[in-house]
């Protein structure tokens, strides 16, 4: 009897579906990730063994190192908001080009009679400014304080929550700076805030 050939079919195997899946995964990721954004100064965080995820709005960091203070609020809004307060307090008037230029900006450690001047700067003579930081003295001249009040006041107005205070600091960062930051908090009644850390390595 004579045996029946079974015809062999082909083992190759159509990839196009599997590479179109692999392109949109990688687009999605590319799309979603957020760039890590540089610190005005180099900031080395404290180690810790708490991983508790830092909230993406409703939050203003306070990144302290050099002995200067900066402030990074999120959202445009907000920031725009608290840039036109702040100018209002000061007597200072900002255009709608100068509010959306520093809507788009992170941390800022500027002092307001020089803000009009820094934000009218170009984009890389900017990144080069050597900035000074917010002045915080506890005494006559603290624009740290205004600034986190009119910050938490347009948080407040925009988005009817509570705004909450991160502070970033050096490691190696004198305690009375830190300390001057604290204080500024205390004032606004403000007793409850986050301290920004690294992860701590396991040995």
Excluded at 16 to 40: E, R
Excluded at 86 to 105: V, W
Excluded at 144 to 155: C, G, K, Q, S
């Amino acid at each position: 009897m004579p045996r029946v050939k079974i015809k062999r079919k082909s083992t190759s195997t159509d990839m196009t579906a599997m590479c179109d899946v692999a392109f949109l995964l990688l687009t999605f990721f590319i799309l979603t990730a957020k760039t890590k954004t540089p610190d005005p100064v180099p900031i080395d965080t404290p180690a810790s063994t708490v991983t508790i995820k830092q909230p993406e709005e409703n939050i203003a960091t306070l990144v302290v190192g050099q002995g200067k203070v900066f402030i990074d609020i999120t959202g445009s809004k907000i920031r725009e908001a608290t840039l036109e307060s702040m100018g209002q307090k000061y007597g200072i008037t900002f255009t709608p080009a100068e509010k959306a230029r520093y809507a788009n900006m992170q941390a800022v450690g500027v002092p307001m009679n020089q803000m009009k001047q820094f934000l009218n700067m170009e984009s890389d003579k900017r990144e080069d400014f050597k900035q000074p930081g917010i002045p915080a003295d506890t005494t006559a001249n603290n624009e740290l304080f205004n600034w986190v009040r009119e910050a938490r006041i347009a948080d407040k107005e925009i988005n009817s929550a509570e705004m909450r205070i991160s502070i970033k600091g050096n490691s190696k960062e004198e305690y009375p700076t830190i300390k001057k930051v604290i204080d500024i908090l205390q004032k606004q009644k403000v007793n409850k805030f986050s301290l920004i850390t690294s992860l701590r390595s396991a040995k």
